[in-house]
């Protein structure tokens, strides 16, 4: 897993938000990133190359509200995650203050492992072999 994911060391915001990453299946994987407060048109998801970045951006809050206590982080952000190649990013969803994107390891035909039919009778190769 580690070598098929990793996060990149030069994030912002030491530790914000928090992420898990999970394995869902042989060659599945998802991210959840807490991002209680934002709304879908506040967040961004893109992939360039092999680098995933989550973008949180606070839209103003022109209201005059007066806090007793103000808990809850509304900072903007951004996350990085280097993807391992061949990793491709299949989907995102936000529910319950959770954005969760869902990754998949697609492997070219020509990379994937395939059997060798073996035959018996004589071999073609050392027949060649002998009239040389």
């Keep these: ?38 709304r879908p048109d506040e967040l961004h998801v893109e ?13 103003a809050n022109d209201e005059t509200r007066r806090f007793l206590h103000r808990g809850l982080a509304e900072r903007d952000f951004e996350r990085r995650f280097q993807l391992a190649d061949y ?12 954005l969760s994107i869902a990754l998949r390891r697609e492997l070219p035909e020509a990379l994937k492992p395939r059997t060798v039919a073996i035959t018996t009778g004589p071999s073609t190769l050392i027949e060649a072999d002998k009239a040389a």
């Design 47 to 59: 992939v360039k190359e092999n680098l995933l970045t989550v973008t949180g951006r606070k839209a």
């Design 87 to 98: 990793v491709i990013v299949t989907d995102a969803n936000l529910a319950d203050g959770l």
């Design 1 to 38: 897993m580690a070598s098929l994911l990793e996060t990149a060391a030069a994030d912002s915001g030491a530790g914000y938000p928090p992420y898990n990453i999970e394995r869902t299946d042989e060659n599945a994987y998802r991210i959840d990133v807490a991002v209680a407060g934002f």
